[in-house]
């Protein structure tokens, strides 16, 4: 089945640990996406890849870090510089529609840092 | 830019009820749009889309949704709703050429609650 896999469900962190999220895909897709997911405030995008070796930062990038060494892959690091590091995080990668994307996602990791 | 804007934070209807939720946008030349949902436990995933042609658009699972320029609308409807519709739903702006990948924007969501 292709689809993108989000690895753990569920992680929890001491404050001040930096934290590795996996995502891996085999659709095939160029683009790769990290969002950030909270309670009233939708979807965020943390960082964008279009290609492998390139991303690009999104609204919210601060105390996140990202590569991108392989099509299928696009770790998201979260950093001790992260302030409110506690949310749902989703990964999506996306195939070109036209002129436009259509994203597809993963289930998502859930991070609790204490 | 283009973004969009969900006011209703949280919608409850009982089973058959009609269903109406509004998502506004901000012009920002070439409009498109997205709804998708995320049910409880589930990916996020597609429901209809809408870039151009037909303003009033089919998706799956009997829903709909109409752009309406003059209002800055694409509401999401569904005429008679069932309790496997209780999810998450949020309005998009799609990443693609004109508008940059950086420009992709979701809405603040609306959870819907069906009362069997």
């Known amino acids: 089945d292709g689809g993108i896999t989000q690895s753990p469900k569920y992680l929890f962190r001491k404050e001040g640990q930096n934290v590795t999220l996996s995502c891996e895909q085999n659709?095939?897709?160029?683009?790769m996406y990290w969002y950030r997911q909270d309670p009233g405030q939708g979807l965020r995008l943390i960082y964008y890849s279009q290609i492998v070796n390139d991303f690009q930062k999104g609204d919210i990038a601060e105390g996140y870090s990202v590569s991108r060494e392989k099509k299928e892959s696009f770790p998201l690091t979260v950093t001790s510089a992260q302030k409110n590091p506690t949310a749902f995080y989703l990964c999506?990668?996306?195939?070109?529609?036209?002129?436009?994307?259509?994203?597809?996602f993963g289930p998502g990791t859930r991070l609790t840092v204490t | 830019a283009q973004s969009v804007s969900q006011h209703n934070h949280h919608v409850i209807l009982s089973e058959a009820a009609s269903l109406e939720l509004g998502c506004n946008y901000s012009?920002?030349?070439?409009?498109?749009l997205f709804w998708y949902v995320q049910y409880p436990g589930q990916h996020l995933q597609l429901l209809l889309k809408y870039f151009s042609g037909d303003p009033l658009v089919k998706g799956i699972k009997g829903f709909e949704a109409e752009f309406i320029k003059s209002k800055f609308s694409f509401n999401l409807r569904k005429p008679s709703v069932q309790w496997s519709d209780t999810a998450e739903y949020f309005c998009a702006s799609p990443p693609g050429e004109t508008g940059g990948y950086q420009k992709v924007t979701f809405g603040t969501g609306t959870k819907l609650q069906v009362i069997p």
């Open positions: 659709l095939n897709h160029d683009a």
């Open positions: 999506a990668s996306s195939i070109r529609t036209g002129r436009f994307h259509e994203q597809y």
């Open positions: 012009y920002g030349g070439t409009v498109n």
